[in-house]
């Protein structure tokens, strides 16, 4: 298993998962730029390490490290989410409107997990990167051009070849699942 412990930066580790309402929409792939926009001004306003993440088609999934006693994922997201419903405002996406207006794109809620030591990093890591693989969309997290892979391959780590399966506490055991906010 591949080790990213010099990867982490100090302050509360997260990984999330945001949706779109649609799962059959191709928004955040077809507008990606506009997503990772959108990412770059919430970081502006409010400071946070993008450790990793992976772009789907209607989904994404990222590892966020927040600065020391700072713990408000919440406003970072929503900042996000409405950044990005505006730039498609913009673009001139009918029936769309910023959330809380009406035509929502986001599912309300995100899933969230405190990340506790390494070994569950690398493992988070790791199944991020093979996101697109288990959901078909390539063949090999090195294939999937809307990821922190390519990054990680160029500072000399390298992903498995195949996806993994999601962590425990990502299953259908309610009891075991992270955080809806």
């Known amino acids: ?23 059959n929409s191709t928004l955040l792939t077809d507008y990606f730029s506009a997503f990772g926009e959108a990412m770059r001004q919430a970081r502006v306003r409010k400071p946070f390490h993008v450790d990793a993440w992976v772009v789907l088609p209607s989904h994404a999934h ?3 490290t927040l600065p020391p006693g700072d713990h408000d994922c919440a ?8 950044a990005f419903s505006k ?9 769309l409107r910023v959330a809380g ?8 809620h995100y899933r969230d997990h405190r990340i ?10 790791d199944y ?8 078909g969309l390539c063949q090999h997290p090195a294939d999937w051009q809307w990821s922190s892979v390519h990054r990680f391959t160029a500072s000399g780590f390298h992903p498995p070849e195949t996806a993994l399966p999601p ?7 309610p009891v075991q699942q992270p955080m809806l906010r």
Do not use: C, Q
Not at 75 to 82: L, P, Q, T
Not at 167 to 173: F, H, N, T
């Open 87 to 95: 730039a498609l405002n913009k673009a001139g996406l009918p029936g």
């Open 128 to 135: 991020l990167h093979g996101n697109p693989v288990r959901h």
């Open 116 to 125: 506790v030591d390494d070994d569950e990093y690398t493992a988070l890591v």
């Open 101 to 108: 207006s009406g035509d929502a794109i986001w599912e309300r």
């Open 75 to 82: 406003m970072r997201w929503r900042a996000v989410k409405i």
């Open 1 to 23: 298993m591949t080790h990213y412990r010099d990867n982490r930066v100090p302050g509360g580790t997260f990984f999330f998962t945001v949706r779109l309402l649609d799962r």
């Open 167 to 173: 962590p425990p506490w990502m299953r259908s055991d």
């Open 62 to 64: 990222t590892i966020w």
